[in-house]
């Protein structure tokens, strides 16, 4: 189940889109293809099959984007800067896969919540305080990641197939983060204000793994029961954090 914050997923008919103005044709179209691209990854994803969401032939989609890496890129700009104004130009021009590569970019680099997250593992910690700040901490994780599913799904689905995305976002951008919250946990191991479950990275792996997966992964996923939003996040992270009381 996907969700978006700023515009509907459901496609809307040929008629009604046609009647939208150029910037919202753009903003339905992209939003969809950002879905099925999440879905499908960048080779499972044809214009074909965005063309029949829609209930129009492929060579209509044409005429608001001049080709796949166009659509690919504004599909991008819809999920990780959704308040951004798209396009106002039919058909969008062709965009290279590196310009896209470089707004995945700047929005891992400057703007995800992974690099604000980044910021607090530098801020010294009371030990008397550790698992208050161990809960805070990963609190912001899972409401970041949550908050930011759409964006940081098409991220990690396209890595899987383009070189230099997964280079960044995976052995940059998350082994960066992780590397911090290890040398964080670190102190606080040694301090003893927080129990060694294991090596630090280690634990550091298992921490983020666990809120990745509930925060973000478990939003586009069926579960066997049915779990409550509001109840996920306090329960989980009591759970993490009472682990590691020392």
Request: net charge positive; hydrophobic share 50%.
């Amino acid at each position: 189940m996907t969700h978006y914050a700023d515009a509907s997923t459901a496609p809307v008919s040929n008629a009604a889109l046609t009647r939208r103005p150029v910037a919202e044709r753009l903003r339905d179209v992209s939003v969809r293809a950002a879905e099925l691209l999440s879905e499908r990854g960048y080779a499972g994803f044809r214009l074909a099959d965005l063309a029949a969401e829609f209930g129009i032939t492929e060579a209509a989609v044409y005429r608001y984007v001049q080709g796949k890496d166009a659509l690919v890129h504004m599909a991008f700009r819809a999920a990780l800067y959704p308040a951004l104004d798209p396009v106002n130009q039919v058909p969008a021009p062709l965009v290279s896969r590196r310009e896209t590569i470089l707004l995945a970019k700047r929005f891992l680099e400057k703007d995800s919540p992974l690099r604000q997250l980044r910021a607090r593992l530098q801020l010294p910690v009371d030990g008397a305080n550790a698992v208050e700040a161990l809960h805070a901490l990963l609190a912001e994780l899972y409401r970041a990641l949550h908050g930011h599913a759409v964006a940081l799904r098409l991220i990690e689905r396209i890595a899987k197939e383009w070189p230099e995305l997964e280079q960044l976002w995976f052995a940059h951008i998350r082994r960066r983060f992780l590397d911090d919250f290890a040398r964080w946990l670190e102190r606080l191991m040694d301090r003893g204000a927080l129990c060694r479950a294991g090596s630090p990275l280690t634990v550091a792996g298992v921490l983020v793994e666990t809120v990745h997966q509930f925060a973000l992964a478990r939003q586009f996923e069926k579960s066997p029961v049915p779990l409550v939003d509001t109840e996920i996040e306090p329960a989980l992270l009591h759970m993490l954090t009472r682990g590691l009381a020392g």
